[in-house]
């Protein structure tokens, strides 16, 4: 079966507070991941000298900006950004409940991946709270389109992940990865891809203001010869597409409980995986809410609706 799969929901036992670079805003950030109770799902918070200034349930109604990661909210002035990094990683590990406390507008980068978020939460531990989880069982395909990019659920007795990118570039071209989601799976096969990008697009991202934290120290960078110059070179020979594996995994954490079902995706991105969870959530008849994961039973149009709600 898939991730967390063990019927009770889960929060960490202490809090823990990682800092680093924001890889847009170019600014020293900090977040503190704190315990929650049951049924609070996981919330993020934006703090301003000890002040709260907003405030977000980790849900699909809640996303707002998709162009080059995936963001909380509607104002730049509030929202907090790239959040997917660390969703996949508590989505991963199976953790239902937690308060996140920002300091800066966006996550830190930390090495462009999810490992160090997953460190950091294996090091504080994991608690199970006295209270049953809830999942999200697929029940029918549903499926998006956008030229010649698609994505798709489809129903599937685990949590599976399919997905293929396809770029105009020699040195990634067509690659594919495929598997059942596991928390060890993901660590191992996943949570260490790291953000990548081309030299020809730092000017234009700079020049728009994003990307100004970017270094060869968080992401991959691909020459215009077609090389990679990271001194490292690539953590997994077909680290591309394990990391758009990893997005996607973050994008759709925030169905607001896990899937048991499969996810396929051509050519995606942060705004396929954002449309697709959203005709997901918008068809009722394509997936019930059931409290184990063998449970049968069909949930009533309002439960459904709470799972996801902001």
């Known amino acids: ?6 019927g009770f929901q889960t929060t960490i036992a202490h809090s823990v507070t990682l800092s680093g670079t924001g890889v847009h805003s170019g600014a020293e950030v900090a977040i503190t991941f704190h315990p929650a109770e049951a049924d609070s799902g996981i919330v993020f918070q934006r703090v301003v000298d000890e002040q709260t200034i907003s405030e977000f349930k980790a849900v699909s109604s809640q996303v707002g900006n998709t162009d ?4 909380l909210g509607f104002s730049p002035a509030t929202s907090i950004a790239t959040i997917e990094h660390v969703m996949a990683a508590i989505y991963a590990l199976g953790l239902d409940n937690l308060l996140i406390e920002v300091h800066g507008a966006e996550m830190p980068i930390m090495d462009g991946s999810s490992a160090p978020f997953i460190d950091a939460i294996e090091q504080t531990g994991i608690k199970a709270l006295a209270v049953k989880r809830r999942y999200i069982r697929i029940l029918k395909p549903v499926r998006i389109e956008s030229g010649a990019s698609w994505s798709e659920f489809t129903p599937y007795d685990g949590m599976r992940f399919e997905v293929e990118i396809d770029f105009d570039s020699p040195l990634i071209g067509r690659q ?3 598997g059942d989601i596991t928390p060890s799976v993901f660590k191992t096969e996943l949570s260490r891809a790291r953000t990548f990008g081309f030299m020809r697009d730092v000017e234009r991202m700079w020049a728009a203001g994003r990307g100004l934290g ?13 090389t990679v110059i990271n001194m490292e070179g690539l953590r997994y020979k077909d680290e591309f597409v394990r990391h758009k594996t990893l997005d996607a995994v973050g994008d759709l954490a925030l169905a607001g409980a896990p899937f048991i079902g499969c996810y396929r995706s051509y050519r995606g ?3 396929m995986n954002a449309n697709a969870l959203k005709a ?5 008849t394509a997936y019930e809410i059931v409290e184990t994961a063998t449970q049968r039973q069909r949930s009533a149009p309002r439960e459904v609706i709470a799972v996801n709600a902001p």
């Open 1 to 6: 079966m898939g991730i967390g799969l063990l």
């Open 68 to 71: 080059l990661c995936t963001i």
């Open 176 to 178: 594919a990865w495929k």
């Open 214 to 226: 970017s270094s060869l120290e968080n992401s991959v960078v691909i020459a215009d010869d077609n």
């Open 269 to 271: 991105g942060h705004k």
């Open 280 to 284: 997901l959530m918008s068809d009722p």
